[in-house]
Every structure is written in C-alpha cells, then in structure tokens.
C-alpha cells in the first residue's frame, strides 16, 4: 500500500507539472494579450496566488472591481500560470502574471500602489505582504460563520474589510489583543449589489429551487458537504414533484478528495439529465457557470451547507435551508445565525418538498430572517454595500498617500492616522 500510494503521489505531481509547463507555454504565446495595465497607473492591486481549483474566490469579486475601477484604476496579480489563462478571459480589469517574485518586485516598483486586497489566506500572500509603502487588507472571499472566519491570521493584514456587526462579534470572541475598531471595517456584502447573469430558463409558476452544496473538506471538523448524505434523496424528491425547477449548483472541489461524494454528485447530475429528458419543459439545471447572481435572486428557496453559500444568500433576504452535517466532527458555530436556522436533516431529505413549502410560506421564519440579515450584513438597501465598500477603499488610498507626503517631508516618521470610519484617536467619525 505504501509503494501504491508513492507512485499515485509521484503521478500527480508529474501531471500537474506538465500541466503547468503546458499552461506557460500558452501564456508566453498569448504576451499580455493587452491586458497588462500601463505603467505608472495602479492604486488597488488584488492578489491571487491560487490556482484555477479555487478561481471562484476571485470571481465573485469582478463586478465590484470593475464598478471601483472606474474611480481608483485596479489590477488582479496572478501567480499561478492556469488562474492567468482564466483571468485574460475572464476578468473586467487589467491583470498581471507575476509567476516569480522577480517578476513581482517589477510589478511594485512598476505602480504607486495604495493597497493590495487579499481574497484568501494562500501562504504565497506573504510573498506580497513584504512590501511596505501599501496598506495590506483582507477582504476574504465569503462571510460565513466557518472557523476560517475566525484564524489569527486576520491579525498579519493592516485592514480586514468585513460583512457587519455578525463577522466583528466573532473575531471579538476569537482574536486576542486585536484592534477591532481600528483594524476591522465593515462594508457589508458588495457582491449582493452586482446579481450577474440571466436564468436560462423562462419563470413560470414552477418554484425555483436553488441546492448548492459545499465540497466534502479536507479534514473532519470540516466536513460540511451534503452532496453524499443529503443531495440524492432531496434532488430526487424536488424533481420528482412536478412543482419545482432544480437549479444544483455544486461547489467546484466537489468530489476531489473523496470518491464516495464524487459519485453521489454524479448521480444528482444524472437525474437532473434523466428529469429534463422526460419533462423537456422542467427547465431543471446544472449550474457550472463561473457567474454567481441569477442563482441567488432567482431561487424562490435556497438549500446550501455551512458555508459562505449561506451568507451570500443571506444578503438577498429571501429564504434558505441549511443542512445539518451528518458527521458529529463537524465543527458548526451555532452562536450566530445558525443558531436560528432552518435546518434541514439528512433523514428529512426526502421529505425536502413539504419542508420547501414550509419555510416559503412561514411567517415567523421570514421575520427571523429579516433580523439576521441585518446583523450580518447592515443596511441591504441597493447600492449601500457598494458604497461601503468603495468608500474604505478611497479613504485608505489617500491615507496612504498621506502617509506617504509625510514621510517624504521628514526623517521621524508618521503617526498611525487611524481607519477607515477613525478620527486618528480610534474614535468614530461623523459619515
């Protein structure tokens, strides 16, 4: 067994290896392709170190870039040769390849840099975080009450840019001689502004149903995936009904460790084939697209797992379901919202359709909804997020710049001038 489990080892590496060799050779044919901002223009860089397995952390950043871009002029870096060929497609601002920290050093010596934004915790950010002369902040790729939400590594970035007043009471309980009112600033969920994509199907008295598991994890306290011990049964019963549209929309490492949840995913695919080929008008999908928006605001009822999933639903205000982890080792954080959750049970998942209705039709449900929304995310009016968002972008582009006229101007440094939404002794600002 040993000997078997080196030479699959050995095997992936070498095909990851060719892979990427493969993938540079693409990118050194393609050049900049025109993408590459002009010299001298940059004020917002977005770091991404990862590879193309983990792009939908970047992707649900694209429409709030490209909307910033049109006030402060904002880069992607790319350090992963598959994650560049996807960005030249895909994102709608300028990106840049930075493969070695050679080639990292010219890009920020290249541009009057005021911040770099980190949508991860990929080891590689370190790599970027040893500049100075730029605030360094984290904006995460989700809000979820995961234990991700909590690691004390928000504690090696300038700023943490956070969902509301849900995501500060967890790091208060959490991190330990951390300067919440300085260092964390609260924008809400910006992504909630910027619904991307169209339904591919026609609305009609069917009720939507949006299923959009996690991945099985990688270790026990986070194994949150549903896909193997609720997603067959529940699937099958909605496209059973005759009622409801399944829009299942999985998460895109579905099935890569485990081979048992690789395969429930593949038989949740085969029955949505199997329904629309029966019912050609029941407008059932399987959702791969790399835009996240339509899915969210069209759905009637959400069921996800405990993950960002949940919050990025949360924010539109309309009802979900989440499922409970079979496995006791799950680790699920019930002082937040999933303290109030409506949950669904593995041993209810076939009973998903009268629990559907339920919670549609559930008035005390909607106002606990309501509340919770509120606390994660602040005011949802349209619009509001954005403005968060961009706000605390701008003011710390000018403190930097601040810092940076002072500096010039002297040999004994600067004092700390505070945050975003500070007067430079901690205390609130007027907005």
């Keep these: 067994m040993p000997l078997k489990r ?7 590496l070498a095909s990851r290896a060719w892979k990427s060799r493969r993938q540079r050779r693409r990118l050194e044919k393609l050049g900049d392709d025109g993408r590459r901002p002009e010299p001298g223009t940059v004020r917002v860089a977005v770091y991404f170190a990862d590879t193309s397995v983990n792009m939908y952390q970047i992707r649900q950043w694209y429409a709030p870039l490209a909307h910033l871009a049109e006030t402060v002029p904002v880069a992607i870096v790319a350090r992963s040769p598959g994650a560049m060929l996807a960005l030249l497609e895909e994102s709608p601002v300028p990106v840049v390849y930075a493969r070695q920290v050679v080639d990292l050093e010219e890009f920020v010596d290249s541009h009057p840099l005021a911040m770099t934004l980190y949508v991860n915790q990929n080891a590689k950010n370190f790599q970027m ?14 809000e979820s009450d995961k234990m ?12 943490a840019f956070i969902a ?5 009471a967890r790091l208060e309980v959490a991190l330990w001689d951390y300067d919440l009112d300085r260092r964390a600033v609260p924008i809400g969920r910006p992504q909630a502004d910027h619904a991307a994509g169209t339904p591919p199907f026609e609305p009609d008295d069917r009720i939507v149903v949006l299923y959009a598991p996690t991945w099985e994890g990688d270790r026990p306290a986070a194994t949150y995936g549903s896909i193997a011990t609720h997603g067959v049964r529940l699937a099958e019963a909605l496209l059973a009904s005759g009622r409801h549209r399944l829009v299942y ?8 460790v485990d081979r048992d949840y690789r395969r429930a995913h593949e038989a949740v695919v085969s029955a949505i084939e199997a329904a629309n080929a029966a ?6 999908v399987y959702d791969t697209s790399p835009q996240l928006g339509w899915q969210l605001t069209t759905a009637d009822v959400a069921i996800t797992d405990v993950s960002a999933m949940i919050y990025d639903r949360l924010a539109t205000g309309r009802p979900l379901l989440v499922t409970r982890p079979a496995s006791a080792e799950a680790d699920v954080d019930e002082r937040g919202y999933l303290g109030a959750a409506e949950w669904l049970g593995a041993a209810e998942a076939g009973d998903v ?9 559930d008035p005390e449900a909607r106002r606990r909804l309501e509340h919770w929304v509120h606390r994660y995310f602040g005011d949802t009016t349209p619009g509001a997020a954005t403005r968060r968002f961009e706000e605390a972008v701008l ?14 101007a002297s040999d004994t440094g600067v004092s700390d001038a505070g945050a975003p939404g500070t007067d430079s002794s901690g205390g609130t600002t007027a907005s």
């Excluded at 509301?164 to 500060?168: F, H, I, L, Q, T």
């Excluded at 019912?279 to 059932?284: F, K, L, N, W």
């Excluded at 359709?353 to 039709?361: A, K």
């Design 6 to 12: 080196d030479l699959a080892l050995a095997s992936g």
């Design 129 to 142: 975080m040893r500049y100075g002369r730029m605030w360094h902040v984290f904006v995460n790729h989700g």
């Design 148 to 159: 991700y939400m909590t690691t004390n590594q928000f504690k090696a970035y300038d700023y």
């Design 164 to 168: 509301g007043d849900a995501a500060r």
């Design 249 to 256: 929309r999985p998460h895109p490492r579905s099935g890569v």
């Design 279 to 284: 019912t050609p008008g029941a407008g059932h």
């Design 353 to 361: 359709v009268d629990v559907v209705d339920r919670v549609r039709d």
């Design 395 to 408: 003011q710390l582009v000018e403190r930097r710049d601040d810092f940076a006229r002072r500096a010039g």
